[in-house]
């Protein structure tokens, strides 16, 4: 089993703190009790490395050049000259960005004698960023 699906396991199998307690196994004191359930989601709170690999997929779309390539490759594959040509952009400023994209494990490339192909990865969080692609420009995958 990876340490993913451990950690997640050992999520599932923690009790719910108490909303009275205010201190959690963190550590963490929280000042006042207004009755909400911030003690019992402490408990839950992801790692930091958790925090900057969801900040750094989140940099990844929020550059609206790599949101276009990412817009295109989630519902085609193609060369860099052709995805520079779709979205109106030297190859050189496409292939800066598609290697952005490549190294945060978003997309992926194949070669084809001197082509390379590049196309979203099939992971889950390219998954969910081809969701939120879908979602924001309301285009279904055919």
């Given at each position: 089993m990876d340490a993913q699906k451990i950690k997640?396991?050992?999520?599932?199998n923690r009790p719910m703190m108490d909303p009275q307690c205010?201190?959690?196994?963190?550590?963490?004191?929280l000042p006042h009790n207004h009755g909400s359930r911030t003690a019992e989601f402490i408990h839950y709170k992801p790692d930091a490395i958790v925090f900057e690999q969801t900040a750094s997929t989140f940099q990844m779309i929020s550059d609206s050049t790599r949101l276009k390539i990412l817009?295109?490759?989630?519902?085609?594959e193609d060369c860099v000259a052709n995805i520079a040509a779709a979205i109106e952009m030297s190859s050189p400023a496409?292939?800066?960005h598609l290697r952005l994209l490549k190294q945060s494990g978003l997309i992926v490339s194949r070669k084809?004698?001197?082509?390379?192909y590049y196309t979203l990865a099939d992971t889950e969080e390219a998954a969910l960023v081809?969701?939120?692609?879908?979602?924001?420009f309301h285009i279904k995958c055919r």
């Open positions: 997640d396991q050992e999520m599932k205010l201190e959690c196994p963190l550590n963490i004191t817009w295109l490759l989630c519902h085609s496409v292939s800066h084809d004698g001197k082509e390379t081809h969701d939120i692609v879908d979602r924001t």
